[in-house]
């Protein structure tokens, strides 16, 4: 049999420290060796890609100007891993560390389910708290340790995918998902395709720049931004979870013009409130007035 050309797209920006804790990550466990990793430097100003470069000559270096975001920095990797002919593509966050063995079950795994994607169980390094990177219907699921747990959508911190999800549906979009809902509205398109999607509780990996999940939008306006944000850096910044052009054709991706569009301007409205009440307290606050 052929050996499977496992490509792993790591994409980046002015994060050197990070970015090169997680190839030390890899290079530890055998992955720099068994797989070609690719790493998009969207214009890091850092000193990035020329540390790779004397650290971990063999990683390839894709350069950016800046304005990929991470899923226009994806969709490069993707385009570059299925002209060098890649059987499996692998998207992974630089702040994910997987653990010794991950990589190598998600592989053996993939080639075991033909048209499968497939992520690890994440937990957050400071506290063990496992994240719930998949979802089914709007209920967040995690694998436990020997269960395979099958969901609709996956976030992209650390997943696997056959080279015919790429052939079928080309890349995420980054024009309507610049830096979030790429992954998991791209997963969600692929399950919708036929092309199941899978948790695995014996693969594992560490999530290293992540303190608490930010499901709720406090959470996420909080750790992103802190203080008193003002209302454009909360929705109109590609930077936040909350930037309304990605968050409008997420919702028409997931539901469809008929629902999705009154189910945006209804979670905007509560957002909008939430911002609010937030602002407001934070103005009262001792020292604020």
């Not at 992955?31 to 790779?52: C, E, F, K, M, N």
């Not at 003002?230 to 590609?238: A, Q």
Request: include cysteine; glycine fraction near 8%; charge should be positive.
């Amino acid at each position: 049999m052929p050996e499977t050309k496992v490509y792993i797209l790591i994409p980046v920006h002015n994060r050197r420290a990070t970015t090169l804790k997680c190839l030390q990550a890899l290079d530890r466990n055998g992955d720099l060796q068994r797989y070609t990793v690719v790493v998009i430097d969207d214009g890091s100003t850092d000193g990035t890609a020329t540390a790779i470069r004397s650290q971990y000559p063999m990683v390839t270096i894709l350069p950016g100007t800046g304005d990929l975001w991470w899923t226009g920095a994806i969709a490069k990797g993707m385009h570059h891993a299925a002209r060098e002919k890649a059987d499996q593509i692998f998207w992974l966050n630089d702040d994910c560390h997987p653990e010794p063995g991950c990589l190598s079950l998600l592989v053996q795994f993939l080639q075991d389910h033909p048209g499968a994607i497939a992520a690890p169980t994440c937990a957050i390094s400071a506290t063990g708290a496992v994240v719930e990177t998949g979802c089914r219907g709007r209920r967040r699921l995690v694998a436990a340790p020997g269960k395979v747990v099958q969901v609709d959508n996956l976030s992209g911190y650390c997943v696997g995918m056959s080279i015919a999800v790429y052939h079928r549906l080309g890349t995420p979009n980054p024009k309507r998902f610049p830096h979030y809902s790429g992954d998991d509205v791209y997963t969600m398109q692929a399950n919708r395709e036929g092309f199941p999607i899978y948790l695995l509780g014996d693969a594992r990996a560490t999530l290293h720049d992540l303190a608490a999940p930010e499901y709720g939008f406090t959470a996420h306006i909080t750790a992103r931004f802190g203080g008193s944000p003002s209302f454009s850096m909360v929705f109109l910044t590609k930077k936040s979870r909350c930037y309304l052009p990605t968050q409008f054709f997420y919702h028409i991706a997931k539901y469809g013009h008929c629902l999705g569009v009154p189910l945006f301007l209804l979670k905007f409205s509560g957002w909008l409130c939430k911002y609010v009440a937030v602002s407001a307290f934070r103005k009262r606050l001792p020292g604020n007035s």
